[in-house]
């Protein structure tokens, strides 16, 4: 079986994908996200808040048009 590290295909952060881009979220915190199997920290993806929710539902609003 091939030992595959998954740090081969994923960033070390995300930001809010909205509007067919990757934005920071408006207050700049973060979550870490970490592999269930064994606890690694895998990347830190922006936490949204209100205002990124409400840009995210215009975006698709918008779009759904």
């Given at each position: 079986m091939a ?7 994923i960033d070390?952060?995300?930001g ?11 207050s700049?915190?973060?979550l870490t996200?970490?592999?269930?199997a ?6 830190q993806v922006?936490k949204a808040?209100?205002g ?7 975006a698709a609003?918008?779009?759904?048009d």
């Open positions: 030992n595959i590290n998954v740090r081969d295909y070390e952060s995300y809010l994908f909205i509007n067919n881009k990757f934005h920071k979220s408006e700049g915190e973060t996200v970490s592999n269930p064994n606890g690694e920290e895998l990347a922006a808040g209100k990124d929710v409400d840009k995210a539902v215009t609003t918008e779009a759904f």
